[in-house]
């Protein structure tokens, strides 16, 4: 059994800074990746960063050079250090958990809520 627990999201002014983390626990042999997605409403779900456990990232064209994704491998956990924050990141970011255990599985966070107010 696989476990995320997300935090950090809430209500912020446009220009303002938030931290998502997500940490990770259960039967996990070991991380090939963590990231973060959002949703917001009416549009489909979007990748905004991934961190693999060696420490390769990715970014969405629309977070770079505002966002930074870090890893703590020995803590399962993820963060997401959100900068210079924009109306339009107004979205639900839900954690991703790339794992393996006898195969590799995707595991999903219920998701927290950050509002960039303008």
């Known amino acids: 059994q696989v476990q995320l627990v997300e935090s950090g999201g809430g209500l912020v002014q446009q220009g303002g800074s938030l931290r998502l983390s997500c940490a990770a626990s259960?039967?996990?042999?070991?991380?090939?990746?963590m990231g973060w997605y959002r949703q917001a409403p009416g549009n489909q779900r979007e990748l905004v960063a991934t961190i693999t456990s060696g420490g390769s990232t990715d970014y969405a064209d629309s977070v770079k050079g505002r966002f930074t994704i870090s890893g703590d491998n020995a803590k399962k956990t993820v963060y997401l250090q959100m900068n210079s924050l924009k109306p339009e990141d107004t979205a639900v970011y839900y954690c991703?958990?790339?794992?393996?255990?006898?195969?590799?599985?995707?595991?999903w966070g219920q998701g927290t809520q950050v509002t960039v107010s303008s």
């Open positions: 259960g039967s996990i042999v070991s991380i090939v990746a």
């Open positions: 991703k958990l790339r794992y393996r255990i006898l195969g590799t599985y995707d595991y």
